[in-house]
C-alpha cells in the first residue's frame, strides 16, 4: 500500500504508558491503515502482550510503527559515556522488541533524548553530536539486522537542539551511512523551522521514511493553515510511497499534554474519533 494513513495512538491517551489494544479496532474503524505505538513503552510489556497486539493488528489488516523519545537518563548523545552507553542499551531493547513485532519503522529521538535544552556552559553542539554519531553508528547496524529501520526526527529548537532541519538531518544520516538510518519529518516541525515546507521534503528525498502530520497548533489536519497542497506537491516529486501518521495533541492533561505542552483544551468539548475519522479522509483525498 502507498502512503498508508495512520495516527499515534496519543491522540486518545493522556498517558504514555496505556494499553494499546484497543486502538487497533478503534483506528481499523475509523478508516486507518496504520496505528503507531511508543517502542518504550513496548520494552515494559512482556512478550505474550506484544505478540497479542501484532495478531490483533494482522487480523484487523492495521499496519504497525513505532515512535520514541528517549528519555534524558538514555540519553543518546551524553557526554556521559556511561549514561550514553546505557542509551544504546536500551535501544536494542527497543529494537529486539519492535522485531518481535514485525520489524518496521523506528522513528523520533534515536539519536539523542526529548525534550531537551542545550546544556549551560557550552557554546557548541559538536561533542554531543559526535557522541550521538558514535551511538548511532552501532545501533543503525544492529537495526538493519534485525529488520527496523531507525528514522531521525527533524524537531523544533524549542524541544531539541541537535537535529532542527532537513539539512542538518541528512548531513547527519550521511555521516552514520547506513541504510537502517533515514529520516522522520513532521509538518508541526516545519512549520516552525523550514523556509519552505516543500523544499524540505524535497531536499530528504529518497531518506524520507515516514511523515508526520499536523497543523501548527497541532489540530488534526485540515482543521488549520497547513499547506497541504504544497506538501502534496512535494511529495509526487519525490515519489514518496511511505506511511503519513497524524500526531495530533488537542486535550490537556496527562504526562503526554505536559511533555508536548498543550496547557489549554485546543478543541473545545471534542468528539475525538469524529474528529479522527474526518482527518482520516481529508487525508486520503488530499496527500496520497
Not at 495533541?249 to 496547557?263: E, K, L, T, Y
Amino acid at each position: 500500500m502507498e502512503r498508508p494513513v495512520g495516527i499515534f495512538y496519543a491522540y486518545w491517551a493522556h498517558d504514555w504508558d496505556t494499553d494499546f489494544l484497543p486502538f487497533v479496532d478503534k483506528v481499523k474503524r475509523l478508516g486507518f491503515d496504520l496505528l503507531e505505538l511508543h517502542g518504550a513503552i513496548l520494552v515494559k510489556k512482556d512478550r505474550a502482550y506484544r505478540l497479542k497486539i501484532k495478531e490483533k493488528a494482522e487480523r484487523a489488516g492495521i499496519l504497525l510503527s513505532y515512535g520514541i523519545g528517549m528519555s534524558k537518563d538514555n540519553d543518546l548523545s551524553s557526554l556521559d559515556e556511561n549514561v550514553r552507553q546505557r542509551g544504546v542499551g536500551f535501544m536494542k531493547k527497543v529494537i529486539l522488541a519492535v522485531q518481535e513485532m514485525g520489524g518496521g519503522l523506528l522513528s523520533g529521538t534515536v539519536h539523542s533524548y526529548w525534550p531537551a535544552t542545550f546544556p549551560e556552559g557550552m557554546t557548541s553542539k559538536e561533542p554531543i553530536l559526535r557522541q550521538s554519531l558514535k551511538s548511532m553508528r552501532e545501533l543503525a547496524p544492529f537495526a538493519g539486522d534485525h529488520e527496523v529501520m531507525l528514522n531521525v526526527e527533524v524537531i523544533n529548537r524549542f524541544e531539541q537542539f541537535l537535529i532542527n532541519t532537513c539539512e542538518e538531518a541528512l548531513a547527519y544520516i550521511r555521516e552514520v551511512n547506513s541504510p537502517a538510518c533515514n529520516i522522520l519529518l513532521d509538518t508541526f516541525h516545519m512549520n516552525i523551522e523550514e523556509d519552505s515546507i516543500g523544499d524540505a521534503i524535497r531536499m530528504a528525498g529518497k531518506h524520507l521514511a515516514s511523515l508526520h502530520l499536523g497543523e501548527p497548533n497541532r489540530k488534526l489536519p485540515g482543521m488549520g493553515r497547513m499547506p497541504w497542497g504544497e506538501i502534496k506537491n512535494a511529495l509526487d516529486d519525490i515519489s514518496y510511497t511511505g506511511p503519513l501518521v497524524m500526531e495530533p495533541f488537542i486535550n490537556q492533561g496527562g504526562s503526554i499534554a505536559r511533555d508536548v505542552a498543550v496547557w489549554r483544551d485546543i478543541v473545545k468539548n471534542p468528539d475525538m474519533d469524529a474528529l479522527a475519522e474526518k482527518a482520516a479522509t481529508f487525508v486520503k483525498e488530499n496527500l496520497r
